[in-house]
């Protein structure tokens, strides 16, 4: 083989060596890649990954007092938060090295580093609801 081919198969070799160096640190650093949220007075707990995607979920006998539709929609707030925690966890164990194009795909299927957890207020009594200022 010549020298110029030998050369570029080592460079090869050593970009992936490096990048799979980087991928190893970065599924060490995601751990589970999930996060929990807790309603105000803990009757409810949601555990999600990115994304949303749920991963289990634990309701009390206190509960069920919000009724089908109220507990439905405590789940949901609860499993965006939980979401958007896991997704900003997963995004930053990714970023060291990842490749713009990539970041650029990860926002574009709704994975964004910037997504902030929906504003909360606690109502009289204890429950976390949405912030009604927003519309």
Known sequence: MSDRIEHSISRAVERIAATTELADAAVA???????????GDGSVTVTAGPGGRLVDVRVSDRALRLGPE??????????DQAGSRATQ?????????LDPRVESRLDWLGLRADEEPDDQVDDEDGWSVLDRRRG
């Open 29 to 39: 650093r995601l751990g589970g890649a999930t996060a929990t949220a807790e309603s």
């Open 70 to 79: 109220g507990l439905a929609r405590e789940i949901r707030r609860l499993t």
């Open 89 to 97: 966890r997963m995004r930053g164990a990714l970023s060291p090295g």
